[in-house]
């Protein structure tokens, strides 16, 4: 079944000014086609969705503050333990890439998005379900886009997609070694907001660096 990657808009509120804004997120979806994909969302009726009622996104649940585990629902994912255990490493290269970004290091941040994506050489797409293959897919290309720019904001505009991406997969991940902190910054994407991974519970803002550096907070936390 072919899957589709569809835009929504969600209402979110924020500690940090300004307090409310409209999120433009991705979702990929399965669905016979592009119109079912789109009632799934819309919570109608459709071949995936006999009952209709709200389809989850991955998004709901999202509050301020927020430092409790699984305190949103995540699109299900089948992962193996072998790719849980490739997927780990790519996330320690992720960081790395984030690590380039705060320190507004645009060198340095393409470096790292090159060995993540010769990393991401160990990941087999036929060893992934649809849904996690599709998340793989944009990871890559973001990671390549990275790679491939020298411009710091282009980097970082890369980087909004790469991460929402990197935490679809890793809210399915059951071999987590350390807690990983989901965190965002409402002003950042325009004042649309932007989430990113990090080890730390501290805020260090990978969309500013050092012009807003503690600007952000916790959204979840994914323990081992």
């Known amino acids: 079944m072919p899957t589709y990657k569809i835009k929504y808009s969600e209402q979110k509120d924020h500690c940090c000014p300004p307090s409310s804004y409209r999120q433009v997120n991705d979702i990929i979806i399965e669905a016979e086609d592009k119109e079912s994909a789109v009632a799934q969302l819309k919570g109608k009726k459709s071949m995936m969705n006999k009952e209709g009622g709200k389809t989850t996104t991955g998004h709901e649940g999202h509050t301020g503050n927020s430092m409790e585990g699984n305190t949103t629902t995540s699109m299900k994912m089948s992962i193996s333990k072998g790719v849980q255990k490739d997927f780990m490493s790519i996330i320690t290269l992720y960081m790395e890439v984030k690590d380039a970004l705060v320190a507004s290091n645009p ?41 491939n720019n020298s411009n710091l904001e282009n980097q970082r505009d890369y980087f909004i997609a790469l991460s929402d991406n990197m935490i679809a997969i890793s809210k399915n991940l059951d071999q987590v070694s350390t807690s990983l902190f989901i965190q965002n910054c409402p002003m950042a994407n325009k004042n649309k907001g932007a989430d990113w991974l990090s080890w730390e519970k501290e805020i260090r803002n990978p969309y500013y660096g050092e012009a807003m550096m503690t600007c952000g907070e916790v959204k979840q936390v994914i323990s081992k």
């Open 107 to 147: 060198e340095k941040v393409s470096n790292s998005a090159k060995q993540a994506l010769n990393g991401l050489k160990n990941i087999k797409e036929t060893d992934l379900d649809k849904m996690t293959r599709g998340h793989v897919s944009i990871i890559k290309d973001k990671f390549s886009a990275i790679a």
